[in-house]
């Protein structure tokens, strides 16, 4: 996804806890999987607090398993303090 990358950090983790989804499954759905889609952090941005934003949204959907895959998808060589 590459549009995170264009975009004030802050403004992307504000979407990523923000977007209303609860009620509506086909929302819900997309949206995790947006947030499971690799994508380019923001230009400049703290990358472990979109990560972690990323992981914490799947985990307050319930979607642990998603969670988990995500974690696996992250390069532990990336340089990123996440864990």
């Known amino acids: 996804m590459i549009f ?3 975009n004030d950090p802050k403004d992307v983790i504000l979407m990523i806890s923000s977007v209303p989804v609860q009620s ?3 929302m ?3 949206f995790y999987s947006l947030l499971l889609t690799e994508l380019a952090p923001p230009v400049g941005s703290d990358v472990a607090a979109c ?3 990323r992981i914490g ?3 307050d959907g319930g979607t642990v ?3 988990l ?3 696996e998808q992250l390069d532990p060589g990336s340089g990123s303090d996440v864990f």
């Open 65 to 67: 398993e998603s969670a």
């Open 28 to 30: 819900r759905i997309l």
């Open 51 to 53: 990560h972690l934003a």
């Open 24 to 26: 509506n499954v086909t």
């Open 57 to 59: 949204r799947l985990i």
């Open 69 to 71: 895959l995500l974690i």
């Open 4 to 6: 995170f990358a264009n």
